[in-house]
């Protein structure tokens, strides 16, 4: 009886028009597909689990008998080692044999006995393996574009899904595979769609994602979130950070639910993790220039290749330069970005990525003051800017951040390896915050002060190490993670101004009002130091159908602040220290039925940061609770990914500042969302792709604030249990599809989207109302080659009907206003 075992691996990178691409197809001959060297660490187990983990690894598509290795077992594979030597270990002792194929466009594989062999991979029985194309050494993620349609070089066309987030989830195990949910946002998501900050990417390509309004790069996930930062780059925080460039970012992550396990304080909802570009063995230029509504431009570069002729030592240079105004009248934006990282990796065991950051930014901003008057937002244009202008044009907002990390990794043993992380972040600032202090809806008057900080320069540690191994005990398989991490955050003593500003009305503005800005000083000084231990195992079953994550961690926290002063020796003498330890522990369970089905559930808690008041009081530190439970599907034989969820989540000592008392901070008892999501990506076929979301969300306070808080002296009640947080839409959504033509019209793609966003509370009282919305987006692109470079034009439009809506608010002075209707062209070289 034979056996069939079919690995077909398309390879095509296409330029410019039929003819050109069919001389430019980037084809790789049977001897190089079977030479390309890969890590295997593959557990003792049934041969078809096995031929599976080689598909994933070596992006082949692998067509059986079912029958013929049903009985058969494996002694596993680990270490380097091609395709060839993989399938000959695997297949050992088994009495199966496999033959590659002379077609240099694919590869055959037969596996066969002697009674012969047999080419119907149609056969029934037969069993299908998982499909990646290959198109050069380094794997394409699934959903990457398809074989000739037009792929220029470097690793933009990812397509719309992801395998595995092991930064994020610090684990080298499939998606599918692991009982947590987590969204990916790819770096075509990002090309097509013309994301220029990390909110345009996050906000509409992930569920249970919305915005906040903060003034930092903070997002509520799934309803929470913490106004110091829920962002992490590289698997370590990002501290206080602000208008993150994506110009040098090959994917943003987010990990749902408590994050603590792995990160340390975080919020219940869920983080934010940045992964940047990592440096290409083939050389790669792209130049691309993008030209926007309000007198926007902005030019990117990304440079990439080997430094020396072994490809042992690589570089890369992501930089762009951005100068935009905006639809708020006086808001601008000047900002420089570069960053530069060199990755070394001299033998197959070690390798070491070392990454320097350069922003300097400067820009007028919008503290999203806006008043609501009745029971919805102030009926006047989105244009109108009611801080003060001449305060602002003349004393701009600046930061000059710095930024140096390196992430290293050794494997000391086959399937044992050693990883450390360390980042350390210089960011020197002058800052103007402005907020409302009351307002008069009979007259239409605005009261209005400000935070002035001449200069102060944040600084921020951080660094972790990670031990990982696989190993077996009898039939169970285990793949362990210990490890440590530490964080550092210094805000040295330093001068501030609150000075009282005059008042504006908000029919009839005068934005050019003389104020005084150095005027009522004080000085602040702040910290934080946390130091955590964690420890996971997750333990597979049943020949790897079944997988149970147990984990914990221990938190050693340090929050350091000082009372308002008036004086710099006040300031030192009231500098005071709180410390919190906790432990958070997490279990999961994920069972795989069928390989192209996941069900799974968890159950975690968090530890968050401590809270301080403005007159010095320490706060209660927030803590998080979650259950979720689930499904995530491959389907379309793995060109989409499908994740559905519920989860439950508690989260208390919630801080809001009291809209009556801006000394005081209200914290509210505890909180609870509870909902369900559900995220599809990838491709349907060859031409249509496609990212879809739905969050159903209901964030609302389950214990309110006491009438009288002790930390503060005062009383106050405004967070009422069972009122909606503000800002909570229950239901939204978003769609996006694209079409990427073939034939005559090959080279042309045309997307469209559309977001669908509920009605929200403005504030804790729940007092007023931000409208439901609908916006449309689209885009069009061309790519062709012209004399060896690739050549892309984009056009994208955001908010086609020009829809006036309101993204989210925090009181009832401060609601942030959406972009109208946005054009954006782009023109990209590629080489």
Known sequence: MGATAIVTAMSALAFGSNAERAEAHAQMSQREIAEIVRRYDIPAGPISTALNSIADASGVRIVYDSRLTRSHRTGGLSGPHNLAEALSEVLSGTGLSFELSPNGKSVLIVLAQAGGTRTDANEVGATPLPTIDIGSERDRPRGAGRPGSGLGPGDRRTGYSADSAPTTLKMDAPL???????GVVTRQAMDDQQAISVGDALLTNVSGVTPSTAQLDVFKVRGFFNVLGNMYKNGLMEYRVRNLDTSNLQSIEVLKGPAAMEFGRGEPGGIVNLVVKRPLETRYFSIQEQVTSYSGTRTTIDATGPLTADKSLLYRINGDFYRTDSYRN???????????TISYHPVEQFRINVDFEYQNRTWVDDYFI????????ANIPVSRYLSSASLMTSMPDHVDRRRIAYDMSYEFLPGWSLTNRLSYTSMATRNVNMAALGFDQSTGVLSRYAFL????TDRTFATNLDLKGKFNTGPIGHSILLGLDALKNYLPNNLQYRPTLSSINIYAPNSWQVETPYSNPYFLKSGQKWTGIYGQDMASFFDDTVRVLVGGRYDWAETSNNKVSKSYVDAEASYVTTYNTAFSPRVGVVYQPQPWLSLYGNFTRSFGVGNSTRLGATLEPQKGEMFEGGLKAELLDKRLTLTTSYFDIFKTNIPYTDPTNANNTLLIGKARSQGFEFDLTGRVDDNWSIIANYTHDDVRTVQGASSYNPATLITTQLAIAGSKLPGSPRNYGNLWVKYDADGEFSGWSLGGGVTVVDSAFGDNANSFVLPAYTLVNGMVAYSTNIAGY?????????????????????????ILTGTPRTFLGSMRVEF
Not at 176 to 182: D, E, F, G, V
Not at 330 to 340: L, S, Y
Not at 791 to 814: E, H, S, W
């Open 176 to 182: 599918m595979k692991t009982p947590i949910s987590i």
């Open 330 to 340: 006086f808001v601008t934006d000047r900002n420089f970005f570069i960053a530069p």
């Open 370 to 377: 806006l008043p609501a008057v009745g029971g919805g937002p």
């Open 453 to 456: 900080v001449p200069g102060t």
């Open 790 to 814: 690739t050549v892309t034009g984009q056009l994208n439009i955001k908010n086609i009907g020009d829809t006036t809506y309101y993204q989210t608010a925090a009181d009832r002075y401060t």
